[in-house]
């Protein structure tokens, strides 16, 4: 079943523009089966928890398949999105023997080899989407959030390494989603807890922070993610998440981007004390983001519905446009009718254990100190 645009369609109506962060569960909980077949999201994604850590492979790989199966059964439609936070270092969510490659700055060298190896052993645990790599310039030394998750400290040093990587990454059948936009690395506070400012010129934002993501807007890269950041030299006091300047007159005006916007977790502490305010919901959609990511690890879920309505008044009262919204629905069900949908499979020992001489490797957390999911994104 495809996505039919039609407003007025209930919560599913505007449902198709979520991606959704499960119960922290290996098994879909009542609560997420409701919210799926109620809203009928793009798709989901998964964190650490929601895999069966500390089993072993074929029976952790056998839980991870049923759960993708029921994800599909309560949307209720064979194309979805099924993404991850994947990158290397603490950014790794599924178990042994998924191999633990290091933070990317420890493998700019081997970008592509680590590209391709980490797009086959998605693909074969049923991703489509992973939000990688970092195009951050990790300017900041102080940066809390950042740090080794990015390429280098230069815009030179990150272009070359993320661009392997995603074009190797997606050659396997797995799209990138490039991050964070409009540029993370020179914060001096985690987003997750509070709210960063970029306190840049527009100079300097333009020559070091959006210069990575100039390169990666051709038709190669079909989604970007969106930081919760400040840059008061470009629009004061609006996080760029829900700014229009940032997101519709830069990345789509100014560096000509045409695929799908994709927000970071909308219930990380730097913006989720402003999301049952209806005006946020509309400064979202009218910024220009198209999937708005809300997770479980962060935040109630169920907040969507609330979002969602606050959707539906704002198109009632003319504060959101159809017009835009018709556009946005293009982008969404294009990259649904496009991105492929890959069975869960098996890999092989032996694949594995090439993998892991591809790069430098990070020793793994014990299951039970990693149940929360480390939900750095």
Same mark, same amino acid.
């Given at each position: 079943?495809?996505?039919?645009?039609?407003?007025?369609?209930?919560?599913?109506?505007?449902?198709? $523009?979520?991606?959704?962060?499960?119960?922290?569960?290996?098994?879909?909980?009542?609560?997420?089966?409701?919210?799926?077949?109620?809203?009928?999201?793009?798709?989901?994604?998964?964190?650490?928890?929601?895999?069966?850590?500390?089993?072993?492979?074929?029976?952790?790989?056998?839980?991870?398949?049923?759960?993708?199966?029921?994800?599909?059964?309560?949307?209720?439609?064979?194309?979805?999105?099924?993404?991850?936070?994947?990158?290397?270092?603490?950014?790794? &969510?599924?178990?042994?023997?998924?191999?633990?490659?290091?933070?990317?700055?420890?493998?700019?060298?081997?970008?592509?080899?680590?590209? $391709?190896?980490?797009?086959?052993?998605? $693909?074969?645990?049923?991703?489509?989407?992973?939000?990688?790599?970092?195009?951050?310039?990790?300017?900041?030394?102080?940066?809390?959030? @950042?740090?080794?998750?990015?390429?280098?400290?230069?815009?030179?040093?990150?272009?070359?390494?993320?661009?392997?990587?995603?074009?190797?990454?997606?050659?396997?059948?797995?799209?990138?989603?490039?991050?964070?936009?409009?540029?993370?690395?020179?914060?001096?506070?985690?987003?997750?807890?509070?709210?960063?400012?970029?306190?840049?010129?527009?100079?300097?934002?333009?020559?070091?922070?959006?210069?990575?993501?100039?390169?990666?807007?051709?038709?190669?890269?079909?989604?970007?993610?969106?930081?919760?950041?400040?840059?008061?030299? @470009?629009?004061?006091?609006?996080?760029?998440?829900?700014? &229009?300047?940032?997101?519709?007159?830069?990345?789509?005006?100014?560096?000509?981007?045409?695929?799908?916007?994709?927000?970071?977790?909308?219930?990380?502490?730097?913006?989720?004390?402003?999301?049952?305010?209806?005006?946020?919901?509309?400064?979202?959609?009218?910024?220009?983001?198209?999937?708005?990511?809300?997770?479980?690890?962060?935040?109630?879920?169920?907040?969507?519905?609330?979002?969602?309505?606050?959707?539906?008044?704002?198109?009632?009262?003319?504060?959101?446009?159809?017009?835009?919204?018709?556009?946005?629905?293009?982008?969404?069900?294009?990259?649904?009718?496009?991105?492929?949908?890959?069975?869960?499979?098996?890999?092989?020992?032996?694949?594995?254990?090439?993998?892991?001489?591809?790069?430098?490797?990070?020793?793994?957390?014990?299951?039970?100190?990693?149940?929360?999911?480390?939900?750095?994104?």
């Amino acid at each position: 079943m495809s996505l039919i645009f039609d407003l007025g369609r209930g919560p599913a109506s505007f449902g198709h $523009r979520f991606l959704i962060g499960l119960q922290q569960s290996p098994v879909l909980s009542d609560h997420d089966k409701r919210l799926l077949s109620l809203l009928q999201p793009a798709g989901v994604v998964l964190f650490r928890a929601n895999f069966l850590s500390g089993a072993p492979y074929d029976e952790w790989l056998a839980s991870h398949e049923k759960l993708l199966a029921d994800v599909r059964e309560y949307i209720g439609r064979d194309e979805i999105l099924i993404t991850i936070d994947h990158e290397g270092g603490g950014v790794l &969510r599924p178990p042994a023997p998924v191999t633990n490659f290091a933070y990317a700055r420890e493998w700019p060298g081997q970008a592509g080899a680590v590209g $391709r190896a980490m797009g086959i052993e998605l $693909r074969n645990l049923g991703f489509n989407v992973n939000f990688a790599p970092v195009l951050d310039v990790n300017s900041n030394p102080a940066n809390p959030v @950042i740090g080794p998750r990015a390429f280098g400290t230069t815009p030179e040093a990150v272009v070359a390494p993320a661009r392997q990587f995603l074009d190797a990454m997606q050659a396997e059948g797995v799209l990138g989603c490039p991050k964070h936009f409009p540029g993370h690395g020179d914060a001096g506070v985690d987003s997750h807890y509070s709210l960063p400012v970029i306190d840049v010129d527009a100079e300097t934002f333009r020559k070091r922070e959006l210069a990575p993501f100039r390169q990666f807007t051709d038709a190669k890269t079909r989604l970007f993610m969106t930081a919760h950041i400040v840059v008061p030299a @470009i629009d004061p006091g609006t996080p760029a998440t829900m700014s &229009r300047v940032i997101l519709n007159d830069i990345l789509r005006g100014e560096l000509g981007f045409k695929g799908v916007i994709v927000t970071d977790d909308l219930g990380m502490r730097a913006i989720s004390d402003k999301l049952k305010e209806p005006e946020t919901t509309v400064k979202i959609v009218n910024a220009g983001a198209d999937l708005l990511c809300m997770c479980a690890y962060w935040a109630d879920t169920s907040l969507i519905v609330e979002m969602i309505g606050h959707m539906t008044q704002g198109l009632k009262e003319g504060a959101i446009k159809e017009a835009d919204l018709r556009q946005s629905f293009d982008r969404i069900s294009g990259l649904l009718a496009d991105v492929p949908q890959h069975p869960v499979e098996r890999l092989a020992e032996e694949t594995y254990e090439r993998h892991a001489a591809l790069a430098p490797l990070r020793p793994r957390t014990p299951p039970a100190a990693s149940a929360g999911g480390a939900a750095k994104a």
